[in-house]
């Protein structure tokens, strides 16, 4: 029997995808306004599932990103995990790359400078971004990481468009 870890990504993310939509749709098609503790209870089960699969779609996508692309610069940084660190006012930061898709389409509304990727670095409360993505960012000192936030430039937040309503 193949063991899951040799199976190729892109079956492994085909797969768990499809459980997460399974997973939703049931979830979306209950009548929540008709459940009784029974079914309250299963919904919950189901919700479970739907999160570990949210995680390992996650967790997947990030390891395809690590594979090189094509239309992409082949000298181009691979992606890493996070790497976290602390300013100098001791406020957490995760740093990661984002490889946008090789997509034409999706690169032509990118900034030139973000074309080919970019670091991306957050904090509980601000998001910034740095593109192209620094050489050897993933081995650099916590110092240098704190160097490249700061000339990162700020991400505007989105509102966040009001839910319609069902009738």
């Not at 996650?58 to 094509?70: E, H, M, W």
């Amino acid at each position: 029997m193949e063991r899951e870890e040799s199976r190729p990504l892109d079956a492994q993310l085909e797969r768990v995808t499809a459980s997460l939509k399974a997973s939703l749709e049931e979830v979306c098609a209950a009548d929540v306004q008709r459940l009784d503790t029974s079914e309250s209870l299963r919904i919950e089960e189901v919700l479970a599932i739907a999160s570990d699969a949210a995680k390992e779609v996650v967790k997947l996508r990030r390891r395809a990103r690590q594979r090189p692309r094509p239309g992409l610069p082949s000298d181009m940084p691979p992606a890493a995990e996070h790497r976290r660190f602390v300013d100098e006012r001791g406020v957490p930061w995760d740093a990661f790359a984002v490889l946008p898709t090789p997509e034409p389409r999706g690169l032509a509304r990118l900034p030139e400078q973000y074309q080919n990727g970019w670091l991306c670095f957050e904090s509980a409360t601000e998001k910034r971004r740095l593109g192209p993505i620094p050489d050897e960012w993933q081995t650099v000192t916590d110092e240098a990481l704190r160097r490249f936030r700061d000339a990162a430039q700020p991400v505007q937040h989105r509102p966040i468009p009001p839910q319609r309503e069902q009738h």
